[in-house]
């Protein structure tokens, strides 16, 4: 299997570094972005396979940066993460095929296990079709 690449885009740059670690001991291949326009310029120059997104970042929605993204570009898989989603956070998260939509403080191993297990299943999804 070839090595997955995430995008996480998270202005807190504690908890950044920290997701940044853990996956990068997982064996993923990392990189970071901290506002929606840093997001959108590594997103238009490399290829994604998980995109972990914090919805409040400083320049704006990250779910708004999800939506504006072309097909092409949207990476196999998005998880969300917010300290206060709203209803209407889960909504516009449904509408944009976000696999979850995670509360902070974070369980690390929860989320590491809920990328591992969504990956899985839509390669064997892809397999099956």
Same mark, same amino acid.
């Given at each position: ?28 291949? =990392?990189?970071?972005? @901290?506002?929606?326009? /840093?997001?959108? &310029?590594?997103? *238009? ?6 995109? +972990? !997104? ?24 998005? =998880?969300?993460?917010? @300290?206060?989603?709203? /209803?209407?956070? &889960?909504?516009? *998260? ?6 979850? +939509? !995670? ?27």
């Amino acid at each position: 299997m070839s090595t997955r690449r995430i995008l996480i885009v998270e202005d807190d740059t504690v908890l950044c570094k920290h997701l940044a670690r853990l996956f990068l001991r997982e064996g993923y291949v =990392v990189t970071t972005a @901290a506002t929606q326009a /840093a997001a959108r &310029e590594q997103l *238009a120059h490399a290829g994604f396979d998980v995109l +972990l !997104l914090d919805i409040k970042l400083p320049d704006g929605d990250g779910l708004a940066l999800l939506g504006e993204l072309p097909p092409q570009q949207r990476p196999a898989l998005a =998880v969300a993460m917010s @300290a206060c989603s709203t /209803a209407e956070h &889960e909504l516009d *998260a449904q509408r944009l095929n976000v696999c979850r +939509l !995670l509360r902070k403080p974070l369980d690390l191993m929860q989320l590491l296990e809920t990328v591992k297990r969504e990956l899985r299943h839509r390669v064997i999804g892809a397999l099956n079709h």
